[in-house]
């Protein structure tokens, strides 16, 4: 579904990606982790358009989007959850919700999506009237989460969504992503919780000071000595 081709893209004159290449399958997991500053949040933000990349290829469908603007990118079926929630908290949950379905026209799909949202997400159908800055992180990070499934898309780009969030929500987000796995959406997860991160995926990619260092299936993964020493808090730990 996606193919990542020797992917430059920076920041200035910083250069974060250099050379990255990646695919993910459809309806497939594909997990990358690395550690703060390798560039995995540089990553999500270059396929969904948010960066502009400085050479290389994203092709998803067998289309080049490299380049295009955001709003094109997710009407081709790519939702970026970004990092650190990011909901409007000015707004109530029901409209950060009818913020996610900017795209889609029929006010009838978007009410559907809503209560299709509520029976996944009980807790904010209870709080749909409250201003989305008043939630716990643990519901925001369900909000961020159902915002992105607004537009029904294709293929979602999770980036850090057990970031901040106490062990019993992280365990919540892991049964969610588990769960938009058996409905057949295809994820590309960025997650430094790097055990949930393998748990949940079908591979990944190991990512380091803006390089693919290592990939492969993440049964394999997990039991590979460098990443164990480095991100699943075995053996001797080592620097990264």
Known sequence: MLIVDNLAAG??????LKGV????DDQAVVTLIGSNGAGKSTLLKTISGLLKPKAGSIVFEGREIKGLDPDKIIARGIAHCPEGRKVFSELTVKENLEMGAYLEKSKAK???RIEN???SFPILKERQSQMAGTLSGGEQQQLA??????????MILFDEPSLGLAPIIVDLVEDIIIKMKKRGITILLVEQNANMA????DYAYVIETGRI???GPSSELKKDERVMKAYLGQLEVCRV
């Not at 290449?21 to 993910?24: E, G, Q, R, T």
């Not at 393998?198 to 995926?201: E, G």
């Open 11 to 16: 920041y200035g004159h910083v250069q974060a």
């Open 21 to 24: 290449s990646l695919k993910v």
């Open 110 to 112: 978007v009410e559907a």
């Open 117 to 119: 949202i509520y029976a």
């Open 145 to 154: 989460i159902a915002r992105s499934l607004m537009l029904d898309p294709k």
């Open 198 to 201: 393998l748990r949940v995926s």
């Open 213 to 215: 260092i290592l990939h």
